[in-house]
């Protein structure tokens, strides 16, 4: 016997118990996954004498972790469907519009569309049969194997990045598939989802934990879409769309021509915007820069404007920062005390100056801008400037794209650019990679190296950066003009070892284990590009990992 703590008791249990024996019939198909000690198990872990002592909780899908399991799980019983229908269909999931799953079929002259209502019946089959989905432990060898069955040559090849010599795996029937992720219990458990046509293919529907477990109301974001299709685009005509195409080129010897190809096309996308603004400049005013964290703002205003210096227009650049209210002020607005403010919020901005201060410059007026001063909490007089003709002012920062920041300049007179990375990346066919994942992979480096702050400090603040982006960044991505999208496809192989040093120093029993454990399982995968001397000192890259000829 050994002894557990579950439901806020102690509890004496056969070794050999499932974690879902523990649960009531009735409450099993609420639930998703569990959490042992810091660690998230399926519902169909088996306890041993390791667990004794544990704490077992039980984890829905309020819960992030829970909700990632249950993506994963809608997506392998869609997969499912397609090889007991179309078995000689390979098919792709990508992460698309409006936070949902896009499979598309990879397999020339495949209607999706005349297959969507199949799929829908076969799933729908597939979870009124309540079939169990079990983990099973196979050799590297028998992983092949079962590969080869199933037509899923894509993940054999993966295996051979892969440290460990076993495999994990998971079985429902007679079907195998693993998309580094765990499973609910059982196919019943899939109760919420929606699988919809969305040419060429179609989006898969599921529940989100910050939406208390709703799925999102499908929105059409035409902009985001074509951002993601030109990434998708790209990454196929330059054959890295997978990390297995990235450590392809690594094993052969073209890292330098890789890190120059990825280079280029951020080069081509500054290219088109100083098109588009030299096209425009008698009447753009305004050129207002938003994006999330780690996205790269800094380096890619500082690219901008060299890009605009070549064509002879010559920005100037003011931060929003220094509009930022005395905090005593905040205080008062927000009610709440100093260590409670939500700084984010647009209205700790004087917007009324920085309207006017903007009005008064775009017409010729000499204007005395703000500076705020960090260390006393409040604002000074700054610098003392007037616009010359047909020079735009650069604004950056998270709310540069709400309007009501901006709302005395016409929109006519604004080019509004949203930069953020957008990479169509897959681990293999079935497994898209996580650009949130990418660009907190970035934070980690960057804050380590530059702000003293330890992966587990960042990981602690993610969450809030995220709420953030949710409320005041996201919303304003369709407005934009323009989507840089500033994704680096040799990225990961670069920050994979600064951060995986930090983060593999993240032990079991510290609360950030579960996100550097995630971390640790998408790098592992990745060759290591070591001599970052082949990396360009303008890269947007610089701005992580140092050596940056902008000094950011």
Same mark, same amino acid.
């Given at each position: 016997?050994?002894?557990?703590?579950?439901?806020?008791?102690?509890?004496?249990?056969?070794?050999?118990?499932?974690?879902?024996?523990?649960?009531?019939?009735?409450?099993?198909?609420?639930?998703?996954?569990?959490?042992?000690?810091a660690?998230?198990?399926?519902?169909?872990?088996?306890?041993?004498?390791?667990?004794?002592?544990?704490?077992?909780?039980l984890?829905?899908?309020?819960?992030?972790?829970?909700?990632?399991?249950?993506?994963?799980?809608?997506?392998?019983?869609?997969?499912?469907?397609?090889?007991?229908?179309f078995?000689?269909?390979?098919?792709?999931?990508?992460?698309?519009?409006?936070?949902?799953?896009?499979?598309r079929?990879?397999?020339?002259n495949?209607?999706?569309?005349?297959?969507?209502?199949?799929?829908?019946?076969?799933?729908g089959?597939?979870?009124?049969?309540?079939?169990?989905?079990?983990?099973?432990?196979?050799?590297?060898?028998?992983?092949?194997e079962?590969?080869?069955?199933?037509?899923?040559?894509?993940?054999?090849?993966?295996?051979?990045?892969?440290?460990?010599?076993?495999v994990?795996?998971?079985?429902?029937?007679?079907?195998?598939?693993?998309?580094?992720?765990?499973?609910?219990?059982?196919?019943?458990?899939?109760?919420?989802?929606?699988?919809?046509?969305?040419?060429?293919?179609?989006?898969?529907?599921?529940?989100?934990?910050?939406?208390?477990?709703?799925?999102?109301?499908?929105?059409?974001?035409?902009?985001?879409?074509?951002?993601?299709?030109?990434?998708?685009?790209?990454a196929?005509?330059?054959?890295?769309?997978?990390v297995?195409?990235?450590?392809?080129?690594?094993?052969r010897g073209?890292?330098?021509?890789?890190?120059?190809?990825?280079?280029?096309?951020?080069?081509?996308q500054?290219?088109e915007?100083?098109?588009?603004?030299?096209?425009?400049?008698?009447?753009?005013?305004?050129?207002?820069i938003?994006?999330?964290?780690?996205?790269?703002?800094t380096?890619?205003?500082?690219?901008?404007?060299?890009?605009?210096?070549?064509?002879?227009? #010559?920005?100037?650049?003011?931060?929003? #920062?220094?509009?930022?209210?005395?905090?005593?002020?905040?205080?008062?607005?927000?009610?709440?005390?100093?260590?409670?403010?939500?700084?984010?919020?647009?209205?700790?901005?004087?917007?009324?100056?920085?309207?006017?201060?903007?009005?008064?410059?775009?017409?010729?007026?000499?204007?005395?801008?703000?500076?705020?001063?960090?260390?006393?909490?409040?604002?000074?007089?700054?610098?003392?400037?007037?616009?010359?003709?047909?020079?735009?002012?650069?604004?950056?920062g998270?709310?540069?794209?709400?309007?009501?920041?901006?709302?005395?300049?016409?929109?006519?007179?604004?080019?509004?650019?949203?930069?953020?990375?957008?990479?169509?990346?897959?681990?293999?066919?079935?497994?898209?990679?996580?650009?949130?994942?990418?660009?907190?992979?970035?934070?980690?480096?960057?804050?380590?190296?530059f702000?003293?702050?330890?992966?587990?400090?960042?990981?602690?603040?993610?969450?809030?950066?995220?709420?953030?982006?949710?409320?005041?960044?996201?919303?304003?991505?369709e407005?934009?003009?323009?989507v840089?999208?500033?994704?680096?496809?040799?990225?990961?192989?670069?920050?994979?070892?600064?951060?995986?040093?930090?983060?593999?120093?993240?032990?079991?029993? #510290?609360?950030?284990?579960?996100?550097?454990?995630?971390?640790?399982?998408?790098?592992?995968?990745?060759?290591?590009?070591?001599?970052?001397?082949?990396?360009?000192?303008?890269?947007?890259?610089?701005?992580?990992?140092?050596?940056?000829?902008?000094?950011?």
């Amino acid at each position: 016997m050994i002894k557990v703590n579950f439901n806020s008791r102690q509890t004496l249990v056969e070794e050999g118990t499932r974690v879902l024996e523990l649960v009531d019939r009735k409450d099993r198909k609420n639930l998703v996954v569990c959490q042992v000690g810091a660690q998230i198990k399926e519902l169909r872990y088996i306890l041993s004498e390791k667990d004794n002592g544990m704490t077992i909780k039980l984890l829905n899908l309020n819960n992030a972790e829970a909700g990632r399991a249950y993506r994963a799980s809608i997506s392998y019983v869609v997969a499912m469907a397609f090889y007991r229908i179309f078995p000689d269909v390979k098919i792709q999931f990508t992460y698309n519009v409006s936070r949902s799953i896009f499979c598309r079929s990879l397999t020339k002259n495949f209607n999706m569309a005349r297959a969507a209502d199949a799929i829908v019946r076969e799933v729908g089959r597939i979870i009124e049969a309540d079939l169990p989905i079990e983990r099973v432990t196979v050799t590297i060898e028998e992983a092949e194997e079962i590969y080869r069955k199933f037509h899923l040559d894509d993940k054999i090849e993966i295996l051979r990045y892969r440290p460990e010599n076993t495999v994990h795996l998971y079985k429902c029937g007679e079907y195998y598939n693993y998309l580094y992720n765990y499973m609910v219990p059982s196919t019943g458990c899939i109760h919420n989802y929606a699988i919809t046509p969305y040419s060429p293919g179609i989006i898969i529907g599921y529940p989100r934990h910050d939406l208390d477990a709703a799925i999102p109301e499908f929105e059409e974001e035409a902009t985001y879409c074509k951002t993601l299709q030109r990434a998708y685009d790209w990454a196929e005509k330059t054959k890295s769309r997978t990390v297995n195409d990235i450590n392809r080129k690594i094993d052969r010897g073209e890292t330098l021509e890789f890190v120059q190809m990825c280079e280029a096309y951020h080069n081509r996308q500054l290219s088109e915007l100083g098109d588009m603004i030299e096209k425009e400049i008698e009447q753009v005013r305004l050129i207002a820069i938003a994006g999330p964290s780690s996205s790269g703002k800094t380096t890619f205003c500082n690219r901008l404007r060299i890009e605009l210096l070549s064509r002879g227009i #010559d920005p100037v650049t003011i931060s929003m #920062d220094d509009y930022y209210f005395d905090k005593e002020k905040i205080c008062a607005l927000q009610g709440k005390p100093r260590e409670k403010l939500d700084l984010e919020h647009v209205d700790c901005l004087d917007i009324e100056q920085f309207n006017k201060d903007l009005f008064d410059l775009i017409n010729g007026e000499e204007v005395t801008l703000p500076r705020f001063n960090f260390k006393q909490d409040r604002r000074e007089k700054g610098k003392t400037i007037r616009l010359g003709a047909n020079v735009p002012i650069i604004i950056e920062g998270i709310h540069a794209l709400n309007e009501k920041l901006t709302r005395s300049i016409p929109k006519h007179r604004k080019f509004r650019i949203y930069i953020a990375p957008h990479a169509q990346m897959n681990l293999d066919d079935h497994s898209p990679l996580s650009v949130t994942n990418a660009r907190l992979i970035r934070r980690i480096v960057r804050d380590m190296k530059f702000r003293n702050c330890s992966a587990a400090a960042t990981i602690d603040m993610w969450q809030s950066v995220r709420n953030g982006e949710f409320r005041w960044i996201y919303p304003n991505e369709e407005n934009a003009d323009y989507v840089f999208n500033s994704s680096l496809g040799y990225e990961l192989c670069v920050l994979k070892k600064q951060a995986m040093e930090a983060l593999t120093k993240i032990t079991a029993s #510290d609360p950030q284990y579960l996100v550097a454990n995630r971390l640790i399982k998408t790098l592992k995968y990745f060759r290591e590009i070591d001599d970052e001397s082949v990396i360009p000192c303008n890269s947007l890259l610089r701005e992580f990992i140092g050596g940056s000829c902008f000094n950011v």
